[in-house]
């Protein structure tokens, strides 16, 4: 069993993670940067580190000194949380290199789902549907033209090592395809290192709909059914929910299904999450996560695993805590991601939090590192908290979504909480009904009224 955890992130992810390794009786080691000295993540770790200057580059990002960290306190193992490292094969290799075991799939499978080419080769391979679009990479040229052509206007030119919703190009007009794409892989090339991309169908009306699984090393695989993660801003998730208000019990369990099948088939480890687009009937597969993702907790919330215990578990070798079987959906819970941005411009707002309350109650989970206090570094990503509420049926959810969202306090930063209320209270939201250009379009009317 391992006993001893290096958890190579900040924020809430690595509080979430050392408070899974508390329960299970493992001890934790943070690491931080000198901007995150006084993060709460470092003050609840039995021990911690410092691996560097504030930027991420030169600290979470620094393969060698998170090495040396785990090295110097004697970790058994590697939790790499999201973002970072977490889906960096190289880093993945690394870790077992030097003796310590990484908590995640192999290098060679992080590798594959990375490259979001080779992830829908080894997708249609294993029988799940994709977008259609190439079968690799394209060039600006008669040759694009002729794919998009076949695949039918518009499309998506996107980039192979792509993520965060960053560089995509949509195009309508054969007339600026060349330029989109030449675009895209300079975008590519210096945001992921790979100017790599390839193209694939638009589609106009699709919700995002992503699959949860857990496979051990036992060849067991399962599945925690979806979370719909279709309200997105700039290809970034804002809200997630489970169920999703659009699929039957019939169609989770088939998906769900093939899925577990699709981890049996490649021999796949960990926690791991396909993510699919739905449209009038289908899903086509867009890209596999091979780590735990920020909108775990709402498959939590209503199926009562606890993920990161279960990746730590299956890291440790063990079989999975549940058969497929003893998987119940109970219920529904909702996800609002609460960022340090301003609620109508999206401006970052780092800075001093004067005062916080984080609401309570019954099934209300908040999952932060924020404190009264504390100062919010202007180096990392703008979300500073988790607001995770679960009710018996959707609407329950939301009318507990719109109470704890009232008695959330954050002063000192602007957060989102405002746009969070007020999309509580819209009718085809409480409805159910959007998809993932609903918030773009929403955005854009208030912008424009
Ligand atoms: P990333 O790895 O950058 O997150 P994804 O491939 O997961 O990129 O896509 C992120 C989001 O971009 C999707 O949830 C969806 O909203 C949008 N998107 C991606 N592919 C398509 C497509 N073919 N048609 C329409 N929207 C898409």
Redesign the pocket.
């Known amino acids: 069993m391992i006993k001893k955890i290096l958890i190579a992130n900040r924020g809430e992810i690595a509080l979430r993670i050392h408070r899974a390794c508390h329960e299970m009786g493992v001890k934790t080691v943070a690491v931080h940067s000198t901007a995150d000295a006084d993060a709460m993540h470092v003050r609840f770790a039995d021990e911690s580190v410092c691996i560097g200057p504030p930027s991420s580059r030169d600290s979470y990002l620094n393969m060698h000194a998170l090495i040396s960290a785990a090295t110097i306190t004697g970790a058994d193992a590697v939790h790499p949380g999201y973002g970072f490292l977490s889906e960096n094969a190289e880093f993945a290799a690394m870790v077992e290199e030097h003796g310590f075991i990484f908590i995640g799939p192999t290098p060679e499978h992080i590798h594959v789902m990375g490259d ?1 080419i080779l992830a829908k080769e080894a997708m249609i391979k294993t029988g799940i549907p994709v ?1 259609p ?1 190439s079968s690799g990479a394209v060039f600006p040229g008669p040759e694009a033209h002729k794919i998009c052509e076949e695949v039918g206007y518009p499309v ?1 030119v ?2 192979s090592g ?7 190009q ?1 195009v309508r007009d054969p007339s600026t395809l060349d330029q989109a794409i030449q675009i895209a892989k300079s975008e590519a090339k210096v945001n992921f290192g790979n100017d790599e991309v390839f193209v ?5 009306t ?1 919700r ?1 709909i992503e699959i949860q699984v857990l496979a051990d090393t036992h060849g067991h695989a399962i599945h925690l059914g979806e979370r719909d ?2 309200l ?1 801003r700039r ?3 804002v809200w997630e929910e489970a169920p999703s208000p659009a699929l039957s019990q019939d169609q989770r369990m088939a998906l769900g299904e093939r899925c577990a099948e699709a981890c049996r088939t490649l021999g796949y480890r960990g926690a791991g999450t396909f ?1 699919f ?1 739905y449209e009038r009937g289908d899903f ?1 597969f ?2 596999m ?1 091979t780590r735990v993702q920020v909108e775990h907790p709402v498959t939590e919330m209503i199926t009562g695993v606890d993920i990161v215990q279960e990746q730590i578990r299956i890291a440790s070798g063990k079989k999975l805590s549940k058969t497929q079987d003893q998987i119940n959906f109970d219920g529904h819970a909702i996800e609002c991601r609460i960022n340090a941005e301003h609620p109508e411009t999206f401006a970052p707002s780092p800075g001093k939090v004067i005062d916080y309350h984080a609401p309570g109650g019954l099934r209300v989970r908040v999952d932060s590192a924020l404190y009264s206090g504390y100062k919010v570094p202007p180096h990392y990503d703008s979300m500073v908290a988790k607001l995770i509420v679960r009710g018996e049926d959707r609407q329950e959810c939301l009318r507990r979504l719109r109470r704890a969202l009232e008695e959330f306090v954050i002063d000192g930063i602007n957060t989102i909480i405002p746009l969070h209320q007020a999309l509580s209270l819209e009718e085809d939201i409480i409805a159910g009904e959007y998809d ?2 609903w918030l773009e379009k929403y955005l854009d009317k208030k912008t424009n009224s």
């Open positions: 979001k977008v679009g998506i996107k980039a792509g993520g965060g919703g960053k560089g995509m949509i694939e169908k638009f589609l106009e699709p995002h993660c279709s997105q290809h970034q998730k993510e687009l086509f867009i890209e996560n993932i250009h």
